[in-house]
């Protein structure tokens, strides 16, 4: 069976709050999905992509509603993700807030991936379902995607409309895609190449209710914290050794050295078991410092010369030829990029 990793309670939570409303019997659906009911009294807990998958799929079969997903999304709120839902309600604009998707929304769970794609005036917003169910999957893409638009609109206080919505699956009956179009106020392509929002650039500069910088500051440390004790709790070894590698940076330097002795095992094992996971030492730090070098170039003030420094470069032109291996642009450009989609 496909390992679906894990989903925090509070995306448990937004499903089980609408099978209450149908007055579905919320404590059999969890007992015939093999959840433990005291695991859901804890906001922080979590449970297995195979057991919320379940849930679903129970849900589905007791609802017998067609619109699932965005019936369920109705009842979304800041918490239902987690402290990614409280870090993007103190930011100061939407497009703000859609930067801190990516880094933190395993948080929330497993369940897929955030991408986005440039399309000039606009930008597509996709998600990447890894629930493989053919019931469950498309309730959940829909719950995705309709959660964003009532999240969005309530953090913005008005009621904004993409430009489309893309939904890869074939078309429903004409009356239940009138529906879709009447949910989201806007149009709605199915079988397209993706699943998810494509926004006009202008959204992005609409501010927010509760702007607070200095909340999102100490947010951000917590979620990243989490992020580490995920990575750490990961059956994935190169996870494990990325976590360490952000951590010892963050601490002023990431020798292969330290990170073996942090796991107990000798340079030579650390690098064994990479390679059984077709990764490297090398590789994971440059992913490491990619992620924190774009963390810190979008979000930051700090000097280019410094943020080569702290990523353990030995000079800014190491890190201005790595950097541009990376990503095809140079620090400075990259910079640029950021703070000019930040201000549309």
């Known amino acids: 069976m496909k390992h679906l990793g894990f989903a925090s309670i509070p995306a448990v939570q ?8 149908k007055q579905i019997d919320t404590h059999q659906v969890i007992l015939d999905s093999g959840i433990d009911p005291n695991v859901l009294a804890s906001a922080n807990g979590r449970i297995i992509g195979t057991q919320f998958q379940s849930l679903i799929k129970h849900l589905i079969e007791r609802a017998n509603d067609p619109l ?12 239902s993700y987690s402290v990614l839902g409280y870090i993007t309600m103190s ?12 880094p933190y929304e395993r948080l ?7 991408s986005f794609k440039d399309l000039g005036n606009s ?4 998600w990447h379902c890894i629930y493989d169910d053919p019931i469950v999957r498309p309730h959940m893409i829909d719950n995705v995607l309709a959660s964003w638009t009532n999240f969005a609109r309530w953090l913005a206080n008005q009621n904004a409309s993409a430009e489309k919505i893309l939904i890869g ?64 709790a990961s059956e994935n070894f190169a996870d494990k050794v990325k976590a360490l590698i952000r951590h010892q940076l963050n601490l002023g330097s990431a020798r292969k050295e330290l990170i073996a002795n942090e796991l107990n095992m000798t340079e030579r094992t650390l690098q064994r078991k990479l390679v059984a996971e077709d990764s490297s030492y090398q590789t994971l ?60």
């Open 123 to 126: 930008i597509l917003q996709c």
């Open 14 to 21: 937004q499903y089980l709050q609408y099978a209450q409303s």
């Open 169 to 232: 699956r074939p078309a429903p009956s004409a009356k239940l895609q009138e529906e879709y179009t009447r949910f989201f106020n806007a149009p709605v392509e199915f079988e397209a190449q993706h699943n998810g929002i494509v926004l006009n650039k202008d959204l992005l500069s609409i501010s927010l209710r509760q702007p607070d910088n200095l909340l999102l500051k100490t947010l951000e440390s917590h979620a990243s914290e989490q992020m580490t004790h995920l990575s750490l």
């Open 68 to 79: 699932l997903g965005l019936h369920t999304s109705q009842f979304v709120q800041p918490g």
């Open 91 to 102: 930011c100061a604009t939407i497009g703000e807030a859609m930067d801190k998707i990516q």
């Open 108 to 114: 929330v769970g497993d369940m897929g991936t955030t």
């Open 285 to 344: 730090l440059n992913e490491v410092r990619l992620d924190l070098a774009t963390e810190l170039l979008k979000s930051s003030e700090i000097g280019i010369q410094d943020i080569a420094y702290n990523l353990g470069f030995s000079d800014g032109r190491s890190f201005h030829r790595s950097f541009k291996s990376w990503t095809g642009m140079t620090p400075g450009q990259y910079r640029t990029e950021s703070s000019q989609l930040k201000s549309l």
